[in-house]
């Protein structure tokens, strides 16, 4: 099946800087790659997802890139506030076959004041 | 207003015993999982249903059973627990099964088993 690595597992960045969480897979099949938020005590939220027919898509100050050619995407949050502050997971599937969706390790990501 | 009612929230279980896990969606929705969230595995897929008919099972474990008595209904028993077995269960639904397709999560069952 699909794998997913997320990397950095933990990361602090300064209120108004930008953060940076990066994702590969294996299959070159995948074709779907959603974000999911997840603060404490709470159930993981989707933030922004992209399609293999994409190469940047944009919400607000979430940009999510994906370069289908290494087999990797990314999460950018730009101008990052306190209410950043939580678990991101990446995740990867494929249309044919009705795969299930891969999540990644997740990503701690902490916005110092 | 939640969509995904899952009960109980916390759970608290002694070693051997069997508990069931309750989810239901009001989503409308056909398609509906079990995800397992630990510190050792973050959000590792268990079970996927499609029309209350189980498409796949990630779980080596035949301890764990899901169980479908209406379409927006997936409940998760679980015999003989093990202290291992503690995690926070996460049901979710989505429109279709399959990729592509946006999963909304419940707010989870914490388990935990002494």
């Known amino acids: 099946g699909e794998q997913v690595e997320q990397l950095p597992s933990i990361l602090r960045v300064q209120e108004g800087s930008s953060a940076s969480i990066n994702c590969s897979y294996e299959d070159s099949a995948s074709n779907y790659f959603p974000w999911y938020k997840q603060e404490p005590g709470e159930n993981p939220k989707l933030i922004i997802d992209?399609?293999?027919?994409?190469e940047r898509k944009q919400i607000q100050e979430l940009i999510v890139l994906l370069d289908k050619k290494a087999k990797r995407f990314s999460l950018h949050i730009t101008d990052t506030q306190p209410g950043d502050s939580a678990m991101y997971f990446c995740a990867a599937s494929k249309h044919y076959g009705n795969e299930k969706i891969t999540f990644g390790a997740g990503t701690k990501l902490t916005i110092k004041p | 207003d939640p969509k995904i009612i899952q009960k109980p929230k916390y759970l608290v279980a002694v070693t051997g015993s069997e508990k069931i896990l309750i989810c239901e969606q009001y989503?409308?929705?056909?398609?509906m999982y079990w995800y397992r969230q630990s510190a050792k595995k973050p959000l590792e897929f268990m079970f996927s249903y499609s029309y209350q008919k189980l498409m796949d099972n990630q779980t080596a474990s035949s301890r764990f059973q899901p169980q479908s008595s209406k379409k927006n209904h997936l409940d998760l028993q679980i015999t003989a627990l093990k202290p291992d077995d503690s995690a926070t269960y996460f049901c979710a639904s989505s429109q279709y099964r399959g990729s592509n397709e946006r999963l909304f999560f419940g707010h989870g069952t914490k388990l935990s088993v002494l």
């Open positions: 992209i399609r293999s027919n994409m």
């Open positions: 989503l409308g929705h056909n398609a």
